[in-house]
């Protein structure tokens, strides 16, 4: 007989094994990771009126990736700078924004700085296209750590891009004085949050061109409820 041996189905039952029981726990904050995307999928999570599938394999390898790199990062930091002067997934915390993160690390610089890190990677095109279109880091990267930067209380955050097949980065500053990013964060959580008290579903992205619309993992279980709502709504104004 045979064996059925795969190196691919163990690194996939491997990282499978990692994650389960992870999205099916209780939501008790806005999570600063989701900031900038779609407000129905987060909300329909914060209430388990839906719970998301599992993630498939391909975007578990991608999460791993990620993490690899990150940890690439940080290892080279810890060796030119010490241990003390890199801490790594800082809690961040909010209660009155209602909001919870984990920064991927703060540094303290030689001359007693603070600055917090965000690092994300990208595929070689993603990466150079970025570079090379010149409009900076995407938004929803830029109020991610600027939600990280108001819960710690540091001026200054740093964006790292890490370019998969030659690791190349692009670095970008986020500072705490940002007042237009401060507003789209603080509208944001302030519509969330509302939703959250009058247990309203917000309405959904209908343009198919947004990236919100292609990557929601819960658009049809966003545009069910939302219909949902307004026919409810609806009914009881006749």
């Known amino acids: 007989m045979e064996e059925q041996f795969s190196v691919q189905s163990l690194i996939s039952s491997h990282l499978r094994k990692k994650t389960r029981g992870e999205e099916k726990r209780e939501i008790k904050s ?28 391909r975007t578990l390898r991608v ?13 080279i930091l810890k060796a030119e700078i010490g241990d003390k002067s890199c801490q790594t997934q800082v809690r961040c915390e909010d209660e009155e924004l209602n909001l919870t993160g984990y920064a991927d690390f703060l540094v303290t610089t030689p001359l007693g700085n603070k600055i917090v890190y965000e690092c994300k990677t990208k595929h070689s095109r993603a990466f150079f296209y970025m570079k090379n279109k010149g409009e900076g880091p995407m938004v929803q990267h830029k109020m991610q750590l600027w939600s990280y930067l ?32 401060e507003a789209i964060v603080r509208d944001e959580l302030n519509e969330l949050n509302a939703c959250l008290r009058e247990r309203h579903v917000p309405a959904p992205v209908m343009d198919k061109k947004d990236w919100r619309y292609k990557y929601c993992r819960l658009h ?17 104004k006749i």
Do not use: M
């Open 63 to 75: 999460f791993a990736s990620g993490k690899h790199f990150e940890d690439w990062l940080v290892e």
């Open 220 to 236: 049809e279980q966003c545009l069910e409820a939302y219909k949902q709502q307004e026919e409810k709504n609806n009914t009881l």
């Open 150 to 181: 108001y819960c710690l209380k540091i001026n200054e955050g740093r964006l790292i891009y890490i370019e998969k097949d030659s690791l190349s980065l692009l670095e970008y500053p986020i500072f705490l004085a940002d007042a237009k990013l």
């Open 30 to 57: 806005w999570y600063a990771s989701g900031l900038g995307g779609c407000l129905t999928s987060r909300y329909l999570q914060r209430t388990q009126e839906t719970i998301p599938t599992e993630y498939d394999d």
